[in-house]
């Protein structure tokens, strides 16, 4: 086993993408990958074991049931990399079925350095497993594992936990067609998908009782505050989750409770808030699982499989690059 890690090159940049976000004429936004550094990253690892939150453990469970097939229909040799690995628990399953077949090159790309401590820490007792984890945004990332391949190597990558859910479904088929620019033919692509179910089943898992996704939001502030030198006061905005039922997704915001001015002096900028306001901070689309194999076909991969859990409706679906 090889455990090691390539820091990061921080391509992108919080302050402008914060005050970009805040001085929208209409709504205001801050983009969802920010809701994952370390707090936010150790609260949706906590999310994920809410009883109103479903979705990681249908994953999870998918790639237990299925590791077997899906290591047998990916085409080997192969190295794996992982876009967005998060903790690496669910990835367990497949990558211990992977290295029975032989041994197996497991890159994680994560923006988050503690979730990506988490992950090597997690599955670095597997045997005949090396992994290597770049801190990068995904398509950076991927460029450089692409770099990394050996003669008549396949790539296959994850794209698990239905994080393509936090792309709006245009933008997500250019995720995909990007990802697909990188591979070549026959290499393979796992994506996990939350399919639709009732407003009301939503409403519960994105505004959960305890409020733990409500913290996941408000520390979204918390971190303009901390690394942008803001002042914020978070018991001044309150977490919402609203349904829209034309982009067939549920959407996080944080509403302004009173009317307020926030500095973020690290992004020069001052901005106003209404009563009433909001800061949208993500969407999570739901799919349903006949449209995946026409999301796939457009970014040039072909839907092979798609295994569909029990308990919460969730897919997960191997796409083969044409
Ligand atoms: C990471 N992503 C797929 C989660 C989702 O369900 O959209 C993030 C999340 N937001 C609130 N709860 C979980």
Redesign the pocket.
Known sequence: MLVHSIPTNAGYDFASDVRAGLTRPDQKELP?KY?YDDVGSAL?EV?SHLPE?G?TRADERLLRRHAKEIVERVPGPVAVAEL?SGSGKKTRWLLEAFCRRQRTSYYPVEISHAALVMCERELSDIDAISIVGFEREYLDGLLEVAAYRKPGQHLCVLFL???I??FDRAAGVDFLAEVRSILQPDDSLLLGT?LEKSGSQLLQ??DDELGV?AA??LNLLARVNRELAADFALDHFEHTARINSEARSVE?HLVSKRHQVVSIPMAEVVVEFQEGETIWT?S?HKYSSDEIFDTARKAGFRCEVQWIDEQWPFAENLLIAE
């Open positions: 969802s809701l949706f999310i939150y979705l967005g936990g239905s994080t859910g936090n939350d898992a994105y996704t996941f939001n996080m993500e999570s």
